[in-house]
């Protein structure tokens, strides 16, 4: 029987939330200025891609033309929102060069000025999956399991194996992102048993099914 062993890795990944587009006119310039300041002399971003001295320029870009806008022709309105648009621009290109140098420290990142979403919390354990079942594969060799689904569930886990007193120490284990997986490679004729459980959010287990059981074909 082939052995496939699950691994998870779970990483806390900074994302900047910037909310660029909601901001009015005024509110960006202040925004952008504002994070020019936070990055002038910090030790822990001495340079960044775009450069502040780019960013500065699309500021004062920016500026000039927003104060043409003001009382100002159609064709001035398009020149504000396209400068608008290139100070944007700069300002997603920073914050994800940030991200990158702060090496998920978000301690280091907000020192930039830039904020930060929530990152997801574990919603706790979820519930033990019901009507767990085994059936014959379409071929010689195979099983088909499935469970009725789980909510919030961030995947699932399926565990085989021929020993029904020890299920902590079966071999065979599948994932799938749906509440149904297809075990390969079995022994025909062979009894096997098997459970699952649901995988919440940030890698969080929850708990395991029943155990049933079913020959192999």
């Known amino acids: ?25 005024d509110e960006l310039l202040a925004y952008a200025q504002g994070i020019i300041e936070s990055l002038t002399g910090n030790a822990n971003f001495p340079t960044t891609t775009p450069t502040l001295a780019d960013l500065q320029d699309a500021v004062d870009d920016y500026s000039e033309k927003l104060a043409k806008a003001f009382n100002g022709t159609k064709a001035d309105t398009n020149a504000k929102n396209d ?24 301690t280091k990142y907000l020192t930039s000025g830039f904020s930060a979403k929530r990152p997801a919390t574990p919603a706790g354990v ?18 088909n399991v499935s469970c009725q689904k789980v909510e919030n569930n961030h995947g699932y886990e399926f565990w085989l194996g021929t020993d029904p007193v020890n299920p902590d120490e079966w071999t065979l284990k599948l994932s799938s992102s749906s509440s149904k997986a297809v075990a390969t490679a079995l022994t025909s004729g062979t009894k096997y048993y098997g459970r699952c459980r649901a995988i919440g959010s940030r890698g969080l287990l929850g708990d395991w099914s029943d155990i049933t059981s ?4």
């Open 1 to 25: 029987m082939k052995t496939k062993i699950l691994n998870f890795f779970f990483l806390f990944i900074i994302i900047p939330a910037l909310l660029l587009a909601k901001r009015r006119d």
């Open 83 to 106: 400068s608008r648009i290139a100070l944007e621009r700069l300002l997603t290109a920073l914050a994800l060069d940030v991200v990158r140098q702060s090496a998920d420290d978000l």
């Open 126 to 143: 979820l519930p033990m999956p019901q009507n767990f079942t085994m059936k014959a594969g379409d071929n010689e060799g195979e099983m």
């Open 214 to 217: 079913k020959r192999c074909s």
